[in-house]
T-cell receptor, first 114, second 108 residues
Framework: DVKVTQSSRYLVKRTGEKVFLECVQD?????MFWYRQDPGLGLRLIYF???????EKGDIPEGYSVSREKKERFSLILESASTNQTSMYLC?????????????FGDGTRLSIL | RKEVEQDPGPFNVPEGATVAFNCTYSNSASQSFFWYRQDCRKEPKLLMS???SGNEDGRFTAQLNRASQYISLLIRDSKLSDSATYLC?????????FGTGTSLTVIP
């Protein structure tokens, strides 16, 4: 089974802090994604990566950056946290090697910015 | 226009009922289709992939209509444990597009 692990289930930070969310997958997947999910808005893509050191902006990249130094790890960085970044953050991975493969999600991180 | 449109519901059905969800997508070049289940405050989990010829997994049946660009999920003999939000997902290239989810509550 694919395992996607997010570093924290719950996190509380203060406005203006730099926040790091870590995600690790163990299936050698090429693609990794960061989403946020808010009530009534569904999943919104923040950033994604097709390969090591590659990154692409999603629909809502403002206020975020990412890092993919190793294939198995994809980090989301909130440069200066703000209260409107309080949300559920979900990491996912997938492969395009076989075609038609689904995404697999981590447990999610509930981030509160005070 | 949204890539994926899904009726948010809620659907409230009695145990044992049959319930169907539909989802439409806008890009005719989309290649792969999935249904995910998401429980409250949990991550989405893959329920089933959707194949062109339709596919079944126990009480769940998924269908794809490429001509009309919609996918469907049918749940037969609903159980209390089926209560969740069901997300349709469409894969186009390396991108995945999510519906906003349909809420299902199965009532005793």
């Amino acid at each position: 089974d694919v395992k996607v692990t997010q570093s924290s289930r719950y996190l509380v930070k203060r406005t203006g802090e730099k926040v790091f969310l870590e995600c690790v997958q163990d299936m050698d997947h090429e693609n990794m994604f960061w989403y946020r999910q808010d009530p009534g808005l569904g999943l919104r893509l923040i950033y994604f990566s097709y390969d090591v050191k590659m990154k692409e902006k999603g629909d809502i990249p403002e206020g975020y950056s990412v890092s993919r130094e190793k294939k198995e790890r994809f980090s989301l960085i909130l440069e200066s946290a703000s209260t409107n970044q309080t949300s559920m953050y979900l990491c996912a991975s997938s492969t395009h090697r076989l075609g038609g493969q689904p995404q697999h999600f981590g447990d999610g991180t509930r981030l509160s910015i005070l | 226009r949204k890539e994926v449109e899904q009726d948010p519901g809620p659907f409230n059905v009695p145990e044992g009922a049959t319930v169907a969800f539909n989802c439409t997508y806008s890009n005719s070049a989309s290649q792969s289709f999935f249904w995910y289940r998401q429980d409250c405050r949990k991550e989405p989990k893959l329920l089933m992939s959707v194949y062109s010829s339709g596919n079944e997994d126990g009480r769940f049946t998924a269908q794809l209509n490429r001509a009309s660009q919609y996918i469907s999920l049918l749940i037969r003999d609903s159980k209390l444990s089926d209560s969740a939000t069901y997300l349709c997902v469409v894969n186009t290239g390396n991108q995945f597009y999510f519906g906003t989810g349909t809420s299902l509550t199965v009532i005793p």
